[in-house]
């Protein structure tokens, strides 16, 4: 069993992927998906610093493309098969064997439960939802309903429209028409070449639609950014905020979808959680993706000139995203040992940046939302080889990570990179560490169908007890002291790449699941006797989620007393997805007493 691919997930191939990053190969040619045993392995992103007024070819969708698009098909007046899939999910909550079948409450979308009998419950679901568990909305968005165009949700009836693709034409997007009524904005001439066209913008315009003028910039991150470009760094044309791509299983479709983050019913870049520059969502088929935005800086303000005018006026004014903590007081230079006793003193509470509260869960990790969520990364020993991410893993104090057993290869050198949210390009707030000793548990055993004893901490090289600094974006997280009540919601997060898995998410993602009762995850028909006290199962619930992305030695963390406590590492599993196979995680509470010995005795 290559334990290094078992990646914990969910997905069901049919629905839509969530959004991941792209990526390029060594040669810069898009990297095909590939679907493994346990992950999902999609195009992730290189994230380059191209301007839109540099020697970038542009990517252009054409009439050819878009006739060929899998999404623009025939209306279908049948049940779309996501509604279907949601509804098939009641089995995952069954496995939960909660206390009372109302506790959790298994409806969505604001459905009330009522338990009928023991065994059983009803959901009183609110207009216009429906279904067992309120799961199935109203299928406004029918695939092909908008012909060659997005279909987006909005406020009032009809509830949705039509936004089509250049050379398309409204209403319903059928109608071809090329360059009438010219698409060129800001006096573009639109130039036919049979069924496509391309717009020949006046000086100091450029986009596709010519849309984007000469101060069309942003300033600091980009979260003050109100412009009008709308295409990815690599020419990719953004979704429109209200698609039904991101918002179908997020965002009750009768909410307004205007809000103070810039964001609504347009396909302009924004910067609404924190990112480093502006970025949007785009679709390759039926996967939901994101990148940044092929949108310039603004230069830099200058002083006063001889002539006594002041610089033009900025189009755009930068705000704080977060306030930033006070400086300690100090009476002078403090010491290594000061330094590392006045860090981290406490745990398991995140200062994010800013979430995107509106967008379905797990398509962003927001900056500094999960701060003790490492990356662990090997090469050969003593080699010049690159290290490659091979595990995750999580900071427990400023020198320990804990991690997953059979992640450890003590023939490589390691190291691990914490407080940053991808893998594929430089962030000024990432720390990397070297690992100075791999200790794997005693009783740490493989077999053909189990992992035990699978947990290891990593002692991290630094100077009297100080390794990683705390920032916004490195925090610990807090150790358990007690069992947890089966049905919690926990949240698992990682890159789903390891080394024999060169496909993955460069930016971390995360999903919520559930945690399962220990005595139906231990039934016949589910793992049985593999199972014993050390491990404990988890599965996700939400009608139609596709994936989750979970890396081995990753951390599961559930909320106690509005802390975050890291209870479970990601082990192993039965395939992806697979019913009655959950994840199986390494149940930290079990090793309390070997954590704190082996780190007290590794000063």
């Known amino acids: 069993m290559k334990l290094k691919l078992l990646l914990l997930c969910l997905f069901l191939a049919a629905l839509f992927c969530k959004a991941e990053p792209k990526k390029k190969d060594k040669n810069g040619h898009d990297n095909e998906e590939v679907h493994g045993q346990r992950g999902r392995h999609g195009n992730h992103g290189r994230h380059g610093n191209h301007s839109r007024h540099g020697m970038k070819k542009i990517k252009r969708m054409k009439y050819e493309d878009i006739i060929k698009d899998v999404f623009f098909v025939a209306e279908n007046t049948g049940d779309d098969e996501e509604d279907d899939d949601q509804g098939n999910q009641d089995w995952l909550f069954d496995l939960q064997d909660p206390d009372g079948k109302c506790n ?100 100091g315009f450029s986009g596709r639609f010519c849309r984007v003028g000469p101060n069309d910039c ?33 965002v009750n479709p009768f909410k307004s979808f205007e809000d103070k983050d810039g964001l609504g019913p347009h396909n302009f870049c924004r910067n609404p959680d924190g990112e480093p520059k502006p970025w949007c969502f785009f679709r390759r088929g039926r996967r939901l993706l994101w990148d940044y935005c092929d949108v310039t800086p603004c230069p830099q303000p200058t002083t006063v000139g001889p002539t006594g005018v002041p610089p033009s006026p900025q189009p755009t004014s930068a705000k704080p995203l977060f306030t930033t903590l006070p400086p300690r007081p100090s009476a002078g230079p403090a010491s290594p040992t000061e330094a590392a006793a006045s860090q981290f003193l406490t745990c398991g509470v995140p200062q994010p940046k800013k979430a995107i509260t509106r967008i379905f869960g797990g398509l962003k990790v927001s900056p500094g939302a999960i701060p003790w969520q490492v990356s662990l990364q090997q090469k050969p020993k003593n080699s010049n080889l690159p290290y490659r991410h091979v595990c995750g893993g999580v900071l427990i104090k400023s020198c320990w990570v804990l991690t997953a057993g059979h992640c450890i290869d003590k023939s490589k050198d390691m190291q691990v990179l914490m407080g940053s949210l991808s893998l594929d390009k430089t962030d000024p707030s990432a720390q990397t560490l070297p690992v100075e000793n791999a200790i794997v548990h005693q009783r740490y055993r493989e077999t053909s169908g189990a992992v035990y004893n699978d947990i ?6 630094g100077t009297r007890g100080l390794c ?34 060169q496909y993955g998410s460069s930016h971390l993602l995360e999903a919520n699941v559930l945690l399962i009762n220990q005595g139906k995850c231990s039934e016949p028909a589910i793992y049985g006797s593999k199972l014993d006290s050390t491990m404990f199962c988890a599965g996700h619930l939400q009608g139609g989620v596709d994936s989750c992305q979970g890396d081995s030695g990753g951390p599961l963390t559930c909320k106690n007393n509005n802390s975050s406590v890291i209870y479970g590492l990601v082990s192993w599993g039965d395939q992806c997805g697979k019913q009655n196979s959950p994840g199986v995680y390494t149940r930290v509470t079990h090793y309390l007493d070997w954590i704190k010995s082996t780190i007290q005795s590794n000063p």
Request: aromatic fraction near 6%.
């Open 104 to 203: 959790p409450n298994p409806c969505l979308n604001e459905g009330v439960c009522k338990e009928k009998g023991k065994r059983n419950y009803k959901c009183d679901c609110p207009k216009p939802f429906k279904g067992r568990r309120c799961q199935k909305g109203p299928k406004i968005c029918r695939m092909g309903l908008c012909g060659h165009g997005e279909c987006v949700l909005t406020s009032a009836s009809p509830f949705y429209e039509c936004k089509c693709k250049e050379p398309f034409q409204p209403p319903n997007c059928r109608r071809l028409s090329v360059c009438e009524p010219n698409p060129c904005r800001n006096g573009g001439k639109c130039i036919m070449d049979g069924n496509n066209f391309d717009c020949v913008c006046p000086e």
């Open 468 to 501: 990683a600094n705390e920032t916004q974006f490195v925090k610990t997280a807090c150790l358990p002291d007690a069992q947890l009540p089966d049905g919690m919601e926990c949240t698992i997060s990682g890159w789903g790449a390891t080394e024999e898995s």
């Open 218 to 250: 942003y300033l600091d991150d980009g979260e003050s950014y109100r412009g009008n470009v709308s295409e990815t760094d690599d020419g990719d044309d953004c979704l429109h905020w209200n698609s039904h791509f991101i918002l179908a299983h997020g």
């Open 456 to 461: 290891a901490l990593l002692r991290l090289r």
